[in-house]
């Protein structure tokens, strides 16, 4: 079976990997999975999951384990021919981490590399801000909600950067820039990546 590209899209909510990942899945022909993006969307459908998932989403807290890996590997498995995953948002923790691991190596693949978007604490309120007024996104809204969500963050998700370290596969970009010139710097280290897979 071919080698894909996997990627883990990495960095705290407002550091940019929304507008990143789909520059990236253009370029690299990558399947995009964004669990927030899937959770918005049971959300929508008024599935049970979603509404599981709602009652901590609306609280700025992380979804338990169980329900976010399910959903993952649902989506992978249903997933047939594609060059690689860009995984947006996933995993926010290091048992996520340990699962994926897990789930890729049963389909014979593994996670290519780790791309972290690095913003400054204040510049990310300031976008989180931002973004509320067009987003329509309810816990974008309010400050107490953006700052439960930087905790999370910091809390359960920077762990899984010392996780991708350990396996050398962690690569620091910083996210405070022009769009296509952050774009620019991760194609940098992609592109050879791409030659070899
Ligand atoms: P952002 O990174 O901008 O905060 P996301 O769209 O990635 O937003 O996620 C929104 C919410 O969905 C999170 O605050 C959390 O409640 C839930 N969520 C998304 N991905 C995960 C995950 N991998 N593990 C647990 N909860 C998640």
Do not use: W
Not at 12 to 29: L, V
Not at 44 to 62: F, N, W
Not at 192 to 197: A, I, Q, Y
């Amino acid at each position: 079976m071919q080698k894909q590209l996997n990627l883990v899209l990495f960095g705290p909510p407002g550091a940019g990997k929304g507008t990143q990942s789909e520059k990236i899945i253009e370029r690299y022909n990558l399947t995009h999975i964004s669990t927030g993006d899937l959770f918005r969307k049971h959300l929508g459908q008024k599935t049970a999951l979603g509404l599981e998932a709602q009652r901590y989403m609306d609280h700025g807290k992380l979804v338990p384990d169980q329900i976010v890996i399910g959903m993952v590997e649902d989506k992978i498995k249903s997933t047939k021919n594609t060059n690689g995953f860009i995984f947006d948002g996933f995993p926010r923790t290091v048992p996520q981490a340990e699962a994926l691991d897990e789930l890729l190596q049963s389909v014979h693949q593994s996670i290519s590399l780790m791309i972290s978007l690095e913003v400054p604490e204040k510049e990310l309120k300031q976008r989180l801000r931002n973004r509320a007024k067009v987003s329509g996104r309810t816990d974008d809204q309010d400050d107490a909600k953006i700052q439960t969500r930087i905790e999370e963050y910091r809390e359960k998700t920077v762990p899984v950067a010392t996780y991708y370290d350990n396996l050398d596969k962690l690569v620091i970009i910083n996210g405070v820039g022009q769009i296509d010139e952050i774009f620019g710097n991760i194609c940098n280290v992609l592109d050879p990546l791409n030659e070899m897979v």
